[in-house]
């Protein structure tokens, strides 16, 4: 496998790292998340500018036609910079799902948008008390003469509060379906909120929920391998993320313990920190491996749907273990300050938590990596 990005991929990578490194600083970040909406217009505008927001989508649908190995630099660098502007779940889920169930009227009605940043999308999918299922248990739809009626319950489904439109998966009776719905449509409630690694997301409400019969993505009751697909891309994205995460905790723990000094001497020197340091590093770095095997085997439509998915159980295993190895490691060597509000360590403490638990712990992809086997 060529570990190497192309000449196009390392310059997107670069224009956004240095982006980020100018604009999106501690401060500014935290400047942010407290502000009324949680994420920053601007830089959902230059986001948009440097063409993340189309980079995943069809050429035919105002987008780039790229993968995720196009966006796997990008990502590491936004774990680096901890950004809370949903990226992941717009173009690689939401966005994913619409360029591959909808017709053509829904996708030149939402896609175009979505390239250019002036459209957000969510995926609700999440159910209380299913955690890690993706065929919807207790959403339901059912059929009237002038479309369809949803009721059910969603739960943090991140980017919600800012979406111009939602991504519901439902049940009909006979399979999972997809539907297209307006989060101000009458009988649609949110709860807005903050994760605890500073991402806006909701917990959802749908009560006699009236959809016209437009609404529907695809085909009633065949959503199922669509979501699953599209749940794998957004997992190679998120372990790239993590993978970014953890290079700046190695990176900010490094630093710490060259200039910590105890008994007149920086921190650095004692050898078994040295070890810990090492350890972290080299987690780092499998975890940096089988990131870009699970963005290569996502683009890859030669393999089958089980490969991929063994491909992408494997790597978020290993995207779990070594997130809680380097965040740990990284908080003990900084000592007590490790876990205060006013060091980044902290926030990247939480960002490696919250990601080794979305789309499935390593609890869950082993058991989905022996099923697939």
């Avoid at 440097?50 to 069809?58: D, F, I, K, S, Y």
């Avoid at 003469?145 to 739960?155: I, R, T």
């Amino acid at each position: 496998m060529n570990f190497e990005l192309t000449d196009e991929q390392q310059q997107l990578a670069d224009s956004v790292r240095k982006y980020l490194g100018n604009s999106y600083g501690f401060e500014a970040r935290k400047a942010i998340i407290q502000s009324p909406s949680g994420v920053g217009d601007k830089v959902w505008a230059t986001f948009a500018e440097l063409g993340l927001t189309a980079m995943t989508l069809p050429e035919a649908d105002g987008g780039f036609g790229g993968g995720a190995m196009d966006l796997l630099a990008v990502m590491q660098a936004c774990g680096e910079a901890l950004v809370v502007e949903p990226l992941l779940d717009n173009v690689g889920l939401a966005g994913r799902l619409l360029a591959r169930a909808g017709n053509d009227a829904q996708r030149s009605a939402w896609l175009p948008g979505l390239a250019d940043g002036s459209v957000q999308l969510a995926f609700a999918s999440v159910e209380p008390g299913h955690r890690y299922e993706l065929a919807p248990q207790t959403t339901t739809v059912t059929s009237h003469a002038d479309g369809w009626a949803l009721n059910g319950e969603k739960c943090v489904v991140i980017g919600a509060p800012t979406a111009t439109r939602l991504i519901v998966s439902a049940s009909n009776g006979s399979g999972a379906s997809l539907f297209l719905v307006d989060p101000k449509a009458e009988g649609v409630t949110l709860k807005a909120y903050r994760t605890v690694d500073g991402l806006r997301a909701a917990d959802i409400r749908f009560s006699h929920v009236k959809l016209s019969a437009d609404a529907l993505l695809g085909t009633a009751g065949e959503a199922l391998p669509l979501i699953e697909e599209a749940v794998d891309f957004a997992t190679a994205l998120l372990c790239a993320d993590a993978v970014g995460a953890m290079q700046h905790a190695c990176d900010a723990t490094l630093d710490y313990i060259k200039t910590r000094k105890q008994f007149g001497v920086p921190i650095g020197s004692f050898q078994a920190l040295q070890h810990r340091m090492v350890d972290m590093v080299i987690a780092t770095e499998e975890a940096r491996s089988m990131s870009i095997l699970a963005a290569a085997k996502v683009d890859d439509t030669s393999i089958s749907a089980s490969e991929r998915g063994r491909a992408i159980s494997a790597a978020k295993v290993k995207i779990a273990e070594s997130a809680k190895r380097v965040r740990e490691e990284a908080v003990q060597l900084h000592g007590g300050m490790g876990m205060t509000e006013e060091l980044k360590v902290s926030h990247t403490f939480r960002r490696l938590t919250m990601a080794a638990q979305r789309f499935g712990d390593a609890d869950h992809h082993l058991e989905r990596y022996a099923a697939l086997g």
